[in-house]
């Protein structure tokens, strides 16, 4: 069983950066690779990226592909999602979850999910 608990989200305007973290609990997390997503209001739930058990591949949404990074430290359990030259149209909770399936870019193929973290970037 894993839990997971995403923080570091707020307003920032178009060309900041952010950090968002997201915290497991459990000694099995760096068993699993890792995902983030997000969702606006009205849409579905978006691929954002995602991370190896390792963290020595990552995998980006090309949305986001250059203006977002993925890391972790298995020794604190967190994985990471810098953002940088946010844009109006990267506005969305998002989330962290658990790769359990082989889909990398499906909500279906993870299991464990966090609470979310409203991210909010004006123009």
């Known amino acids: 069983q894993v839990q997971l608990v995403e923080s570091g989200g707020g307003m920032v305007q178009a060309g900041g950066s952010l950090r968002l973290s997201c915290a497991a609990s459990?000694?099995?997390?760096?068993?699993?690779?890792m995902g983030w997503f997000r969702q606006a209001p009205g849409k579905g739930r978006e691929f954002v990226g995602q991370?190896?058990?390792?963290?020595?591949?990552?995998y980006y949404a090309d949305s986001v592909k250059g203006r977002f990074t993925i890391t972790r430290d298995n020794a604190k359990n967190t994985v990471y999602l810098q953002m940088n030259s946010l844009k109006p149209e990267d506005t969305a909770v998002y989330y962290c979850?658990?790769?359990?399936?082989?889909?990398?870019?499906?909500?279906?193929?993870?299991?464990?999910w966090g609470q979310g973290t409203q991210v909010t970037v004006s123009s």
């Open positions: 979850a658990a790769l359990i399936g082989t889909a990398v870019t499906s909500p279906r193929s993870y299991y464990y």
């Open positions: 459990g000694r099995t997390f760096s068993s699993y690779a």
């Open positions: 991370i190896s058990r390792s963290g020595g591949s990552t």
